[in-house]
């Protein structure tokens, strides 16, 4: 028998954090905060595992939302044993260091958080140990009560560069959690790759739950449409503004553009990107041979491209027309795609394509949901800014859609289903879904603070 805690992202997409507890060991799956909250409420209830032990965290990848509490954990638990797989490793150096300043502007001084330095991040990431797809190891904690180790797997789980599903087992049992997942190949990663081997407690993300996949075109039709309306604005001489997650999101979008010019599709014209998803990017090139990659031919910084933070004035972007990639991907105020996102209301011949998620509460919600003519408005100290530009929205994927996640259940065949990392409509349709298909497997819907007990 385990224990499983919800510590963050049970009926929520934010600072996903599972405790484990197996025979007197520690684990902590995924350490985020979240993206749409401030101070303490950003982070997940460590105070819940105070009096805990807590030996081990394994990260599933290094999205904010997955990995950027692991520094406030480490205060409160300095001799904690953090494992990822190396390309984890190598992008949470960047994005750790990244979020140093960003966390304390967006958040102040005052909301009794202990902020982290950046030498305590370097100390920080030369604690990390990591271990390739697939290669077994084992775990043991301070107060392990039995002989037995529990060995632990990484898969790749296809989501972005060095994401991980990953497998637990001790005493004949098996708990899978996916992370975020997708089955699906992008422009430069394939599908995940799971267990071949039946599961007793599958721990799984929902994100596309309740999106009807009918609004999502795969990856090569999204592909044709993107160049098709790309082409119109360019033709007409203007701009195209794509906000982007420096993780992940640029990567993909990078190579879509890049390989659409190739095929002579979209018309070749400038491209900008830039700061930390241009430093990204060297990683992506550097393990392009290690990972399943749809070529491991092709260099992202072999890619012609300006630097956007080299433009002073934002006039210059529209001399020429070009496209500029920009995080962030949900166009948070202060990010230089929210500031770019409203000098390209004011032109008429240029568009704001969006290529991702939009989290409701975001400005980039506001943008993508906005016509040509509309009138918008950012905050209550914002003035109302008429829509000159055409704004489209795309998407291109970076988690599985809903039928992938019967799949998966189908494929692992658990026993037991834990449902996370999804709004309340994404989880009840998975869930409903779930014990429509499958007999004789027990559904459980994480809550926050609630103990799920697994025989």
Request: with cysteine; glycine share 8%.
């Amino acid at each position: 028998m385990f224990t499983l805690l919800p510590l963050g992202g049970a009926r929520e997409i934010g600072a996903s954090c599972f405790y484990l507890n197996i025979e007197g060991t520690g684990i902590i799956l995924d350490c985020g905060m979240h993206p749409k909250k401030n101070g303490l409420d950003s982070l997940p209830a460590f105070d819940l595992i105070k009096d805990l032990p807590v030996d081990f965290v394994l990260i599933s990848h290094a999205h904010q939302d997955h990995l950027g509490a692991l520094p406030f954990l480490v205060k409160k638990h300095p001799y904690v044993r953090i494992i990822t797989t190396p390309q984890t490793r190598a992008i949470a150096e960047l994005t750790l260091h990244d979020s140093v300043s960003i966390l304390k502007e967006q958040t102040g001084e005052d909301e009794g958080i202990d902020f982290y330095t950046h030498e305590e991040i370097d100390l920080l990431i030369q604690s990390i140990e990591y271990k390739a797809y697939e290669e077994e190891f084992s775990i043991t904690g301070y107060k392990h009560n039995s002989s037995e180790p529990i060995k632990v797997t990484f898969f790749d789980a296809g989501h972005i560069l060095g994401s991980a599903g990953i497998l637990i087992e001790f005493d004949n049992r098996k708990l899978f959690y996916t992370g975020d997942i997708n089955l699906n190949t992008q422009e430069l990663l394939k599908g995940a790759e799971l267990p071949k081997t039946k599961v007793d407690t599958l721990l799984m993300e929902t994100t596309y739950g309740s999106t009807d996949s009918s609004q999502l075109r795969n990856w090569n039709d999204e592909s044709e449409m993107f160049a098709k309306e790309a082409n119109k604005i360019i033709n007409g001489g203007g701009s195209i503004l794509i906000p982007v997650f420096a993780l992940g999101k640029t990567q993909e979008a990078l190579a879509a553009i890049w390989n659409l010019m190739q095929k002579k599709k979209l018309i070749e014209t400038d491209i900008y990107t830039g700061g930390l998803g241009t430093k990204i990017n060297r990683v992506y090139d550097y393990n392009r041979y290690v990972v399943k990659y749809s070529n491991p031919e092709f260099e992202l910084s072999k890619i012609p491209q300006k630097n956007i933070y080299e433009v002073e004035n934002h006039e210059d972007f529209f001399k020429t027309p070009s496209i500029v990639l920009a995080s962030s991907g949900m166009m948070l105020e202060k990010t230089i795609s929210f500031q770019l996102g409203k000098s390209w209301l004011k032109r008429s011949n240029a568009a704001i394509f969006t290529v991702g998620f939009m989290e409701e509460t975001t400005p980039g919600y506001k943008f993508a949901n906005s016509i040509k003519g509309n009138t918008i408005k950012f905050s209550n100290n914002d003035e109302h800014s008429q829509v000159k530009c055409i704004i489209k929205n795309f998407r291109f994927s970076s988690h599985t859609k809903r039928e992938g996640l019967l799949e998966i259940v189908t494929r692992l065949r658990p026993d037991n289903v834990i449902l996370v990392h999804g709004d309340s409509p994404a989880i009840n349709w998975a869930g409903a879904s779930i014990l429509k298909n499958l007999k004789n497997v027990r559904v459980f819907n994480a809550e926050k603070g609630k103990k799920i007990l697994i025989g």
